[in-house]
């Protein structure tokens, strides 16, 4: 499958945006204006970016407590996420949850999570859910290579076979869960071949090939609208910071520096754009334009969040329950 | 004496733990070369290898299931659970086995297992990484339950668990960990239901745990300047919990104000309240007070978070209501 050419410019420029508003991040969080827990998705964009794109507006997504990336593919405001990771009024959890726990039901982000393995449940219920519900839509589920230990990964899986849930699970094997390497948290290299064990496809690919993504997304997808049920895509990639902002030498406690450095050489976002370029589907000026429209839209997004209000104290008491 | 801090005293008291009795084993996530998110198993790995201090996936009912049958077997493991928020992935391990083998077997077999656990908002970590719910395991019967509030109370209190047949919840305070104290060198244990009265008085008592115990000391010192005299009891452990050392300071100050930062219903507050009301009430010359968490999710945004929590501050107008009796 050849993606168009239009599919390619958005693609990076999904990608650019991702990376564009993490990196704001790092300093926003070294200046104390991002409290709390920053777990930042640099290095990989291309899964979000390339299984985003093969979802419509009103399928559904899972994320994680490494989640800026998801909601931004799914597309979520960036001024409204700014302003949750400010801990503003205006955030899209009203200030309360943070970058952890950024939800939109409208459009159909279900939730970062910051329980690991905690969303997997929630994606097969709302796979579930479609299907009861005779909708055509599908959920895409992310979760990290240390989350697929868990119980709820295999406890997911098997229901969604049994019941042919449309539910494409997308594991982000970034090697490592915090600071152990997946050779200690696994005795398996290819996360993929669990799939086998609930009699599903398994696919692994490229992690930073957004190419390859999409195009094992948009099967996987495919085969979960035509009621087939789910699949197991495991994208292979890494995480370019540390755990999350203040890790020690963006993890340089449990990872060589080499390591780090090889993987910056496989940036998803310089080999889309090489490859656009090489083919002559874009001119430099033509991403230079982009590049430039995505620093203005993060820009706008951190003048938002600076200048909106806190919220009331009293909010404090209002939502736990449904009036 | 020398001082080290609170995490550096369970450090020690693992360390010496391991060195001598081989039994002990270290389960977790991230406590090997990491040395634990909170570095409280830092430097074990290196000197008791891979085998004794175990990395383990993100598989809680596994690893601590696995903790439970390892110490049935004869093992005394000590099990690290990254917070407190996290228990919840494994409650049927620690709720229906780990506290419930004992009796259920008819005393036969024990599990002398060690849950370490921390709570403690503050830190801008919302509502799944900031939760103080310690009271839920005071709840269920079979477990004890330890609450260290000083470095020297962490280290002695943390071989007494386990060195304990009991399984134990040990619940420690993230806002603690870097506070420091006076701690002996050599090894010693703290033998559990032995509240501490950490000052004495004779018109208010306050009844406090972890951080707030420092609160209280603070407000206690506040109180003096107004000819006030508070005296602050530190529980250290809620099971077994030492109702007399609470009964006896009520029944001199006639006063109680119970502080501890779980959620207001059903917590460790409430669970004080009602033992007094229940065998001293005639001691007491005003109605009972709680200072606790309210009962919402810990809130993200940081003035949100900072009026969900109190101190020295709320302790202190407490301590005024009260001395209005
Ligand atoms: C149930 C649970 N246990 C532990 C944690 C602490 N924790 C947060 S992220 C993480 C590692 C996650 O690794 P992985 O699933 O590979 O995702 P990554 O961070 O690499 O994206 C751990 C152990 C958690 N959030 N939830
Ligand atoms: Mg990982």
């Known amino acids: 499958m050849k993606l168009k050419i239009d599919v390619m410019v958005d693609l990076y420029r999904t990608m650019k945006t991702i990376r564009e508003f993490e990196e704001r991040i790092v300093d926003l969080y070294a200046r104390g204006l991002v409290p709390g827990l920053a777990h930042l998705y640099i290095g990989e964009e291309a899964v979000a970016a390339g299984v985003c794109a093969t ?57 970062a999570n910051g329980i690991a393995g905690g969303g997997l449940p929630i994606a097969t219920g709302a796979g ?53 390497c997946q050779a200690k948290h696994m005795p398996i290299s290819d996360i993929s071949i669990r799939a086998t064990a609930y009699d599903i496809p398994g696919v692994t690919v490229d992690g930073n090939d957004v190419i390859e993504v999409y195009q094992a997304a948009f099967k996987a997808v495919e085969r979960a609208r035509a009621g087939e049920g789910p699949t197991l895509i495991e ?29 910056k050489e496989k940036c998803p976002i310089a080999r889309l754009a090489g490859k656009m370029i090489q083919n002559k589907q874009i001119t430099e000026k033509g991403l230079q334009d982009i590049d430039d429209q995505v620093v203005r839209a993060i820009e706008e997004a951190v003048a938002f969040a600076k200048q909106s209000e806190f919220p009331d104290l009293d909010e404090m008491y209002e939502d736990v329950l449904v009036n | 004496m020398r001082e080290i801090t609170y995490c550096e005293a369970l450090n020690e008291a693992l360390r010496e733990s391991m060195r001598t009795d081989e039994r002990v084993v270290i389960l977790g996530e991230d406590v090997g070369c990491y040395g634990g998110i909170f570095q409280i198993t830092k430097g074990l790995q290196d000197e008791f290898g891979p085998d004794r201090v175990v990395d383990t996936p993100i598989a809680e009912a ?22 407190i928020d996290f228990t919840t992935v494994c409650m049927d391990m620690i709720i229906n086995q780990m506290a419930k083998m004992r009796y259920m077997f008819g005393g036969k077999g024990k599990v002398p297992m060690v849950l370490r656990v921390n709570i403690g908002a503050g830190r801008g970590t919302a509502a799944q990484h900031s939760q103080s719910f310690h009271s839920l395991f005071m709840h269920i019967p079979g477990l004890l339950v330890a609450v260290p509030a000083t470095a020297y109370d962490a280290k002695g209190l943390l071989m007494e668990a386990i060195q304990n047949d009991n399984p134990v919840i040990f619940v420690e305070h993230k806002r603690l960990y870097n506070t420091k104290g006076d701690v002996p060198e050599e090894s010693y ?44 009891v530190d529980l250290r452990t809620l099971v077994p919990l030492d109702r007399k050392t609470i009964l006896d300071s009520v029944k001199k100050t006639g006063r109680l104000l119970v502080a501890d930062e779980d959620n207001i219903t059903c917590g460790v507050a409430s669970e004080v309240s009602a033992l007094v009301a229940e065998e001293a009430v005639y001691a007491l010359k005003a109605p009972i007070l709680r200072n606790a968490s309210p009962d919402t999710p810990v809130p993200f945004s940081p003035p949100l978070e900072k009026a969900y929590m109190f101190g020295q501050e709320r302790l202190m107008q407490s301590i005024r209501n009260l001395m209005k009796y």
Request: with cysteine; aromatic share 8%; hydrophobic share 40%.
């Open chain 2, 189 to 232: 244990t703290i033998p559990f239901g032995q509240a501490e009265i950490k000052r004495a008085g004779t018109d208010v008592t306050v009844v406090a745990t972890h951080a707030l115990v420092t609160e209280a000391l603070k407000a206690a010192e506040e109180a003096a300047e107004k000819g006030i005299e508070v005296e602050v």
């Open chain 1, 128 to 180: 579930w859910s479609a299907k009861w519900r005779k909708t055509q839509q599908v959920t895409g589920c992310f979760f990290g290579d240390d989350a697929s230990n868990n119980g709820t990964f295999h406890e997911s899986l098997n229901l969604a076979s049994i019941h042919k849930l449309p539910v494409v699970y997308v594991c982000e094997n970034n090697l490592y869960g915090i600071s152990v």
């Open chain 1, 235 to 263: 994208c292979k990639t890494y995480r370019w910071r540390g755990h999350h902002e203040g890790d020690p030498n963006q993890g340089g406690r449990y990872r060589a520096k080499d390591e780090i450095e090889s993987w």
């Open chain 2, 62 to 83: 596994g690893f601590v299931g696995a903790g439970v049958g390892a110490a049935l077997t004869g093992m005394r493991p000590v099990v690290e659970i990254m917070f």
């Open chain 1, 55 to 111: 979802l419509a507006q009103d399928d559904y997504i899972t994320s994680t407590h490494r989640g800026h990336g998801h909601v931004i593919a799914k597309g979520a405001e960036l001024k409204r996420m700014m302003a949750e990771l400010f801990g503003k009024k205006t955030g899209y959890c009203k200030g309360k949850g943070g970058s952890m726990h950024i939800a939109d039901m409208e459009a159909g982000i279900l939730g």
